[in-house]
């Protein structure tokens, strides 16, 4: 549990998600100082947040920093440190670190290791082939024709999965991966797998090495244009909870949390930090997509506003094994996260601008790639913020998040106007 000191607490990373979870953080009357290495122009100036200019890959850099500074709780955000091991180096200098040692990690910077993971552990998941070489990739094509998502095997900047429609697009991609080594040593190894047409969820869940319990689930809209067109983003809006996840509830326990349960209590999974499982439902019922071994983007900002319970309690538990200790306790209010982006996001992104914005009742502000110059919040990225509203009904969130955009600009500001439509269109049929 939780002890009775001041805590000081350092998030890695850089991101909106980020923001949230320092925003969460210093909520906690046990926080005294929460640091965000190397944070962005919103964590600079959260309560209680600091500032530590160290990139995410500088382990020794952030293993000094924790140690000099005493910092009781390390939280890793991103995909790229934790597939490098920064919790077994933190850890081996006696840090606390919540997060995946690099193996646990392997679930998310793996495609085939985890496609086999699922595969032994009988959860559904669509059929798949690995491929060592661009030869075994294109006569498994010729033999398979079902085989029309292809997946780089390493971490891949969120641009590793290819959805194709026919052969030929399959082989372009193979093309891109093996041919051109657009991927470089991530794309040594592709999986090829079976598309399955049907509506996403994520469901995060923290373990704490024996125990699972599930985060508020959400939909996340990677596409970058209105009705899911455009290509694939780090994601432009998510809501919470989720409505498709309250009808397939008991599928997804049985099927896919509680054989994790098990293999978390019989040694068949070891994992500590956030399990995220991406799951599609079709006409068979729900599915894994993939797993992730990290907090959600933009996921995160849109559960932080619902979460009632305190989240660096949750997380410490998580270190000390005490997770079956804890309740997470969510606010029944539906949440709607639009993220802002550079006008020509994804291609490129946008540097310099200023930032305004004012307050709005109900919403929260959390910044991605922006930066404090001269004492003005600039753009430093593309996806730039995200601005997060909760209300009693989901339509009524949208509809807060929408006007509060408004007062919000920076030059060249973009977002979907569609976040969250779904929600409110089902719930006007059902
Ligand atoms: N929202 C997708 C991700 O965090 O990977």
Redesign the pocket.
């Known amino acids: 549990m939780l002890p009775e000191y001041p805590l000081k607490i350092l998030v890695i990373g850089s991101g909106g998600r980020e923001h949230a979870l320092c925003w969460k953080i210093a909520q906690s009357d046990r926080v005294e100082k929460v640091f965000c290495a190397p944070g962005n122009g919103g964590t600079a100036r959260e309560a209680k947040c600091e500032n530590v200019p160290i990139a995410v890959m500088d382990f020794p850099a952030i293993e000094k920093f924790a140690i000099e500074n005493k910092v009781d709780l390390v939280v890793v955000g991103p995909d790229n440190p934790l597939a490098e091991g920064i919790v077994d180096s933190l850890e081996k200098a006696k840090l606390r670190v919540f997060g995946p040692t690099r193996e646990q990690a392997k679930l998310e910077w793996s495609k085939a290791h985890s496609k086999r993971f699922m595969d032994r552990l009988g959860l559904p998941t669509a059929r798949y082939v690995v491929c060592n070489s661009h030869e075994e990739a294109k006569s498994a094509v010729a033999q398979n024709p079902w085989a029309q998502v292809v997946k780089v095997d390493g971490l891949a900047l969120?641009k590793g999965v290819f959805v194709c429609d026919n052969e030929t697009e399959v082989l372009a991609a193979l093309e891109q991966i093996f041919g051109a080594k657009t991927f470089g040593s991530a794309g040594e190894t592709v999986v090829l797998e079976e598309k399955i047409v049907g509506e996403e969820l994520?469901l995060l869940m923290l373990s704490d090495g024996k125990h699972l319990v599930q985060m508020a689930p959400c939909q996340?809209h990677k596409r970058r244009f209105d009705g899911d067109k455009g290509p694939n983003t780090g994601?432009m809006g998510a809501y919470s909870p989720v409505e498709l996840y309250d009808r397939y509830k008991s599928q997804i326990e049985s099927k896919i949390v509680e054989p994790l349960q098990k293999a978390l209590s019989s040694g068949a999974l070891t994992f500590k930090g956030v399990l995220y499982a991406g799951i599609i439902v079709s006409e068979s019922g729900p599915e894994l997509l993939e797993f992730?071994a990290r907090f959600?983007?933009?996921?995160t900002q849109a559960m932080m506003p619902r979460l009632k319970s305190d989240l660096l309690e949750a997380l410490w538990a998580c270190t000390s094994g005490e997770l079956d200790q804890i309740k997470m306790e969510w606010s029944s209010n539906s949440s709607c996260c639009v993220v802002a982006v550079a006008e020509q996001y994804p291609t490129s992104s946008s540097k310099g601008e200023e930032v305004t914005s004012a307050d709005h009742p109900n919403t929260v502000l959390y910044q991605a790639g922006t930066k404090v110059v001269e004492g003005k919040v600039v753009t430093d990225g593309g996806r730039v913020l995200a601005v997060v509203a909760t209300a009693p009904s989901m339509e009524e969130a949208a509809k807060t998040c929408y006007t509060a955009l408004e007062k919000v600009s920076f030059k060249g500001m973009d977002y979907r106007k569609d976040i969250a439509r779904r929600a409110f269109k089902q719930c006007l049929s059902s």
Not at 296 to 299: A, L, Q, S, T, V
Request: hydrophobic share 0%.
């Open positions: 969120g994520s996340d994601g992730n959600g983007d933009p996921e």
